[in-house]
């Protein structure tokens, strides 16, 4: 299964992250210094998207080029490394991910990964300083070369088959998410969608999104394992 990371995993709207991404922006493009990506529809959207909807909002030519995204996302973890350093604990993990995350490990059936629109670097200091490096082997990520979060799906299962040594048929791929994004990911690459209203979405709003089972939250662990069961068919 592939966990998307913010609002899924991890509370949703971590203010460092938000300026990080904002800062990267504004270094190199000092002219959309009055925009934020908070200006957007955030949740769902790849952290590449995010970057020219800036420029666009801030009527700048919203094509960039590879070498100004690269140091744009440098920097952009540079800043939240630094913004880290001040903080420790669990405090970012949302109720029962860890249970869940110990529970699915241990499961001979599952493989984990991630696919998400945050930027890899952001989210592996996330993932080192909250002790979640180790269940995500392989990911799929928002500074990833490609146009849409649908496009990081075959993506993330060319590395998990790569990794895991076994073949991942779409059909048995879940996606667990909480914005409409990540169930229309799954949709569009043939998988199915567990959608959680952890984020900034309702259980109505991700059921008519069209997303296969949808829970309030993570925390009901056999609840969470019998939809994924149900969903891969095991
Ligand atoms: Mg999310």
Known sequence: MLFDVDGTLIERGDPAHVEAIDRGIHAVFPAAVHVSILDL???GRLERQLVRGVLAAAGLDPAVPEDSLGTIFETAAEFYRAAWDGRSGDHDLL????PLLDRVAADPRFAMGVLTGGIRPIVEIKFRRLGLADYFPIG???DED???RPDLLP???KRAEAHYGTPFPFNRVVIVGDTPHDVRCAQVG???ALAVATGRYSEDALR???ADIVLPDLTDTDRVI???LALTGE
Not at 95 to 98: D, L, N, T, V
Request: charged content about 25%.
């Open 41 to 43: 529809d955030l949740d």
């Open 140 to 142: 799929a990520f928002g």
């Open 95 to 98: 109720p029962g991910i860890r």
């Open 190 to 192: 043939g998988a199915t």
């Open 226 to 228: 019998d939809a994924l």
């Open 155 to 157: 993506l993330a299962v």
């Open 146 to 148: 490609v146009a849409e």
């Open 208 to 210: 008519d999104a069209g």
